[in-house]
């Protein structure tokens, strides 16, 4: 089975400094990895995905991730972060062996919060 | 943009009573899932639904759930005899083949409470 490390239940970060958030996977296939974002209230939001193309993919709000298999990773960063960035970032996985239909294995979530 | 829609937000409900939740999928979709997420925990897979008919469960979705597509636009979850742990946040989501490379496209979700 597979599973979804994020380290780090809470990261806080300055306005304009760097954001990076952690997540690992365990799976002896590397999987599909996608990175949602949920604001207060709201549903999941798809911020960006690795399908197996490029390594380094970039999303939306200037989020962007890079796949590395040798370490069984795919953190998020943001090279500058904005007071809305504030949110609850979920990483998450879909087998590739499995289909679509299994669902997603997501992460416990990092509670991304931005200081003044 | 597109989006999947769940009804009621919030839903509070006695111990022991059915509740269904209500969810419209992204029109041109074709896989519906459910999802739920207890306080402080991780989101956790509980179906995925298919041309009228269960694709995949997870082990949470035991006999006291159900998923219906009455009609051509809803897509339900009844729980018939809730139970405190039943307590949770449950999303939907829609994706449009439903392809383990696709990205799943979520509501905003039904806060179940359970008294």
């Known amino acids: 089975a597979q599973s979804v490390t994020q380290l780090g239940s809470h990261v806080s970060v300055s306005e304009g400094a760097l954001v990076l958030l952690r997540c690992n996977y365990s799976?002896?296939?590397?999987?599909?990895l996608f990175w949602y974002v949920q604001y207060p209230n709201q549903g999941l939001q798809l911020l960006l995905k690795?399908?197996?193309?490029?390594?380094l993919v970039k999303g939306i709000n200037g989020f962007e991730a890079e796949f590395k298999k040798s370490e069984t990773s795919f953190h998020l960063t943001k090279p500058s972060a904005h007071m809305s960035d504030a949110a609850e970032y979920f990483c998450?996985?879909?087998?590739?062996?499995?289909?679509?239909?299994?669902?997603?294995?997501f992460g416990k979530g990092t509670h991304l919060i931005i200081q003044p | 943009e597109p989006e999947v829609t769940q009804t009621p937000s919030h839903q509070v409900t006695q111990m022991g009573q059915e509740v269904i939740l209500r969810c419209v999928p992204i029109?041109?979709?074709?896989?519906f899932y459910w999802y739920r997420q207890i306080l402080g925990q991780k989101v956790e897979f509980l179906v995925s639904?298919?041309?009228?008919?269960?694709?995949?469960k997870s082990e949470i979705f035991d006999d006291q759930f159900s998923v219906e597509r009455p009609d051509g636009s809803n897509f339900t979850l009844k729980i018939r005899s809730t139970k405190l742990e039943d307590s949770a946040m449950y999303f939907c989501?829609?994706?449009?083949?439903?392809?383990?490379?696709?990205?799943?496209?979520f509501g905003d979700g039904t806060r179940l409470s359970i008294l």
């Open positions: 998450a996985v879909s087998d590739r062996s499995g289909g679509g239909a299994d669902g997603l294995t």
């Open positions: 989501a829609s994706s449009e083949q439903g392809l383990s490379n696709q990205p799943q496209h």
């Open positions: 639904f298919y041309n009228n008919e269960i694709s995949e």
């Open positions: 690795y399908t197996s193309a490029a390594t």
């Open positions: 799976s002896s296939v590397p999987p599909y």
């Open positions: 029109s041109n979709h074709l896989y």
